[in-house]
């Protein structure tokens, strides 16, 4: 059966959301344009961005076909709230499948970096494996694991958390309830935040963390004017660092 | 100060631990091989890995010097027991890092993948931040990323925790405690193992997990022969499947 069935390809993006900073070919791999090009079929957060990165494809690997006939199907917006009853049916997911359900190959493609982690294309690729669907990760970077390299901190074992709560007293005590997480299982912690709160988190992190935790931010990975600094609390406290406000930014922690 | 220094740059490798089972350009951005045909020193878990490694670059982008001539330095061997006391001193990576300290950029590589991340890297890479070395990390791909963005299982929260321990009831009991973790958090945990006890792991896994766990094998990522399965135990359990123990595997579940 599954012989007729196409593969579900997880194809990675850049990481600099479309602003074309750098040049595709500076951070992904020429196999990887080779085959998004070919692609007839998509699914994606955003059908918009996706022409915009096929367009960036095309310019090194010239696309199998006219960018107007390629077909990209969005993924449904998760309801907010996230209850578990709001969830898609298995019927939608079959829907967005059906390209390989009929033995073409479909890609999968996230806003930046890998799809299906820390944004809503896991649920895709669940369904895959239950249609009996093959899920084939394409080779390209997430900027949580570039900003756990760059960290220095224990990448033996770390946990990536998502987001922080908005309110600021439960995001203080999220943040210290981590550290102690942090702490107990020699554990780093990462997590991330939409760009325009890059500066509201480092105060929040700052505030609630111990002197001697060792907390690293990596702004604008992969851009030429990326860095990454990694410092106690209290030296963050003592020189605080500006974050802009356009560029995503990763945080990570580590409590002695 | 630091405009005399180079900067450390984490270069990643391909996934396939140097059997060139996969062309180098189907894996690494072009941008990466030119980063590392140009670098004249290096830190490296094994030198003569990364004379084949900077082989396989040199086929697409020429070096900018003889191999002979390039500077590779081991990492220190991690003492066994993992005792802090013997952690190696600032002295030996000020050593490694001397050519960065001395103005000339250093390049940081590991067996598979990103450096510093499930390996003895990241106290070197702790060593340049504690220097004022910039740390740069290059776009490529992680194992452990992959492995989660292919399993469909939650990308949202997740936790690598390395290995399972040695012996059997430890390991059970060990497993058990990670599914208590991963219900309670909603998170998924990722786990390795060295490819000679592939199959001992997921015997494991399968024998202490409840029916319901979600349970996913990534094996040979990137190569062409490499294959995802998720499924549950109890599904796992009825039909197994037979991991090679010869490749890397990694392993991830999600408790519901």
Redesign the interface.
């Known amino acids: 059966m599954s012989e007729a069935r196409g593969q579900l390809l ?1 194809v ?1 993006n850049t ?1 600099d959301l479309g602003t074309e900073t ?2 595709i ?8 344009m080779q085959r998004a090009a070919g692609l007839a079929h998509w699914v994606a957060e955003d059908a918009r961005s996706t022409r915009a990165f096929l367009k960036r494809v095309h310019s090194v690997v010239p696309l199998g076909m006219a960018l107007q006939s390629i077909d990209i199907r969005e993924l449904p917006r998760p309801a907010k709230g996230g209850a578990a009853a709001r969830l898609p049916s298995l019927d939608v997911w079959r829907g967005l499948l059906a390209p390989a359900l009929s033995g073409h190959d479909l890609g999968l493609i996230s806003e930046a970096g ?6 809503p ?9 239950s249609l009996s669907i ?4 394409l ?4 900027s ?19 987001y922080l709560p908005q309110e600021a007293s439960a995001r203080a005590s999220r943040a210290k309830e981590l550290q102690a997480q942090s702490r107990r299982a020699r ?1 780093t912690i990462v997590l991330i935040e939409t760009p325009y709160r890059n500066a509201l988190v480092l105060q929040a992190l700052i505030s609630a963390l111990e002197d001697d935790t060792r907390l690293s931010v ?1 702004c604008g ?2 851009l030429p004017s ?6 106690s609390v209290a030296a963050w406290r003592a020189h605080p660092s500006t974050l802009p406000d356009r560029i995503p930014a990763v945080f990570s922690f580590l409590a002695e």
Chains 1, 2 share one sequence.
């Open positions: 997880l990675p990481l750098v040049d070919q500076q951070v992904l791999p020429l196999g990887v890998l799809p299906a982690v820390a944004d294309g896991a649920a895709l690729v669940a369904a895959a494996h093959a899920v084939v990760p080779p390209g970077a997430s949580l694991l570039l900003a756990l390299a760059a960290s220095g901190l224990n990448g033996q074992s770390f946990a990536f958390v998502g554990q990596s990975l992969s990326g860095w990454t600094r990694t410092d």
